[in-house]
């Protein structure tokens, strides 16, 4: 295989809008299938040969019982010891499970840098993600000081975030916290995401209206002096956890994104138990009102 070749390879990705065309990169030759769905968005990673190839898995079975939702949903099928495990199952926010492979180069294992997806793709995958912006105005605090936290907090995810935030003494580590926690809360009563399923997509503090004040100085002179004030913006986006692995370049930055993965499903399987217990309890209270009023009537 030339190297024209590879680089032509590297370039390789399914677009990321909704088409009912499913593509699976073999070798040097991209095979194109037909589906009978609708509104799937395909996305593939670059290869060389067939161990190395992105398959996608459709899984829009309809299932009517709760029951069968949360066996659906079971951790079975990820990969427990990573290690000896070839590829790894991902699932997208829309639904579509990827078989990814563990190992990030694959072929390029002895390049310095892996090959990269197009970012008009990774745009697209980007734009249908949800997401939730907050803000806070008039912080009495240096912009600059304010970006310090914000820059360490930007890029991570929720539940990372809310625990390195414990170890940094700065001031204003409290509001940022409480800020990204009430966005967390209107992300999960907006969309029903878990903090394990947000990332901090965007934070920084721009100047505000700054006070300015007279500096008394030696000699009968006088200046001025500013009494910083700032604004804060915070971004919160939810995960696209096939995206983050594939763009993962180490093998252990890729394990970190899969974990994370694993934290989410997790914690997706939890609630849904709850709500369904939840659900159940208020149906036996339903009918023993029922029961209870047609005693009443009798």
């Known amino acids: 295989m030339t190297h024209g070749l590879i680089n032509r390879m590297a370039t390789l990705a399914i677009r990321g809008n909704s088409s009912t065309r499913a593509a699976t990169v073999v070798g040097s030759k991209l095979i194109s299938t037909t589906s009978a769905t609708s509104n799937i968005r395909s996305f593939t990673q670059i290869a060389s040969n067939t161990n190395h190839s992105l398959l996608q898995i459709n899984n829009n079975n309809q299932q009517s019982s ?3 939702i949360i066996k659906s949903r079971s951790l079975s099928s990820y990969p427990k010891p990573l290690d000896d495990a070839e590829f790894v199952l991902a ?3 829309d ?10 180069l694959g072929p390029y294992a002895k390049k310095r840098h892996a090959p990269k997806i197009k970012p008009g793709i990774v745009n697209r ?3 249908n993600l949800k997401n939730v912006s907050a803000a806070q105005k008039a912080i009495r605090h240096s912009p600059w000081r304010l970006n310090l936290i914000c820059q360490f907090v930007a890029g991570q995810t929720v ?3 809310m625990v390195q935030l414990k170890f940094v003494q700065k001031v204003k580590v409290p509001l940022v916290t409480d800020l990204i926690r009430n966005a967390a809360n209107t992300m999960k009563q907006k969309y029903g995401l878990l903090s394990s399923q947000i990332e ?6 721009t100047h505000g209206t700054h006070l300015a004040r007279v500096k008394t100085m030696g000699r009968g002179r006088s200046g001025r002096m500013h009494h910083r004030f700032s604004h804060m913006r915070i971004v919160l986006r939810e995960i696209d956890f096939p995206l983050k692995i594939m763009q993962a370049t180490a093998l252990n930055q890729r394990n970190r994104w899969v974990e994370r993965m694993r ?6 399987a939890k609630v849904l138990e709850e709500s369904v217990e939840i659900e159940e309890l208020e149906r036996q209270v339903q009918e023993m009102q029922a029961k209870k009023k047609a005693e009443e009537k009798k």
């Open 66 to 68: 709760v029951e069968s």
């Open 91 to 93: 699932t997208g926010p």
């Open 95 to 104: 639904g579509i499970q990827y078989n990814i492979p563990l190992k990030p």
């Open 125 to 127: 995958r980007i734009a």
């Open 159 to 161: 539940n990372d975030a």
């Open 200 to 205: 901090i997509a965007e934070c920084f503090a």
């Open 263 to 268: 934290v989410a499903e997790e914690d997706a």
